[in-house]
């Protein structure tokens, strides 16, 4: 591992910490920035090798953008989007999760233009090579289909 991946995750693990102790004052105005960071978190641990660490980082997020983006759908639907993104990178394919983001995708085509909603068929088609059952490969390619037909 190299050293610049410990400072990277050093300085997100800060960020974090920072955020904890921000958000127990005023949640709605620092809640999304912990989400933010435990995002950026869980890529750092698993890019270092801590897989469990990751997925526990990026299921705090999710958690937290849930909570957000079920008040205000249009400001945190993306992120929230983002991050079970991350959360299918992190962990192994896992169908519902994967649709999760599907259905997040289909709500913001056409009124939200972040690369990852932009990029997110081509993203599917990395999953399809990954699918091992029939069953995953079907579902992906019904999301594919899906896409398809809302644009």
């Not at 890529?43 to 980082?57: I, R, S, Y």
């Not at 599907?102 to 993203?123: D, K, M, R, Y």
Request: net charge negative; glycine share 8%.
């Amino acid at each position: 591992m190299e050293i610049a991946a410990f400072g990277g995750l050093n300085t997100v693990t800060q960020a974090v910490e920072i955020y904890e102790i921000l958000t127990m004052d005023d949640f709605a105005v620092h809640g999304p920035g912990l989400a933010k960071s435990l995002n950026n978190l869980s890529v750092n641990l698993a890019e270092c090798g801590d897989t469990a660490g990751g997925l526990h980082a990026i299921a705090r997020a999710v958690e937290i953008y849930e909570a957000v983006a079920n008040d205000n759908f249009a400001m945190y639907g993306p992120d929230l989007g983002r991050s079970l993104l991350t959360y299918c990178l992190v962990d192994k394919l896992d169908i519902k999760k994967l649709e999760r983001v599907n259905t997040i995708h289909l709500q913001l085509i056409g009124t939200c233009f972040e690369a990852w909603v932009e990029h997110f068929p081509s993203v599917l088609l990395g999953f399809l090579e990954q699918a091992e059952s029939e069953a995953d490969k079907n579902a992906i390619l019904a999301m594919i289909d899906e896409i398809s037909t809302q644009t």
